[in-house]
């Protein structure tokens, strides 16, 4: 993850690399403060995953279920 940029850049074996802009990713999600803090901590933490969750179009059900479990 480039943090100066937000955005997570994922490289393939045959040479490509894919960037993702998060915050493009992040604008039409429907985040609590809490979600917000866990998006970043995922693309920081595990950029392959959030990587994953956003090419599949599975974003806002990850969000939901980080919210659900809120207490």
Known sequence: MYLYT???GV???AGY???ID???AEKNSKTTPGSE???TSLAIDEPLE???LYLDGN???WVDVE???DI
């Open 50 to 52: 959030y990587a994953s």
């Open 11 to 13: 490289y393939t074996s």
């Open 6 to 8: 937000y955005s997570i």
């Open 17 to 19: 690399m894919l960037r």
């Open 22 to 24: 998060c915050r493009e």
């Open 67 to 69: 919210d659900s479990l």
């Open 59 to 61: 974003l806002q059900i």
């Open 37 to 39: 803090c866990a998006l």
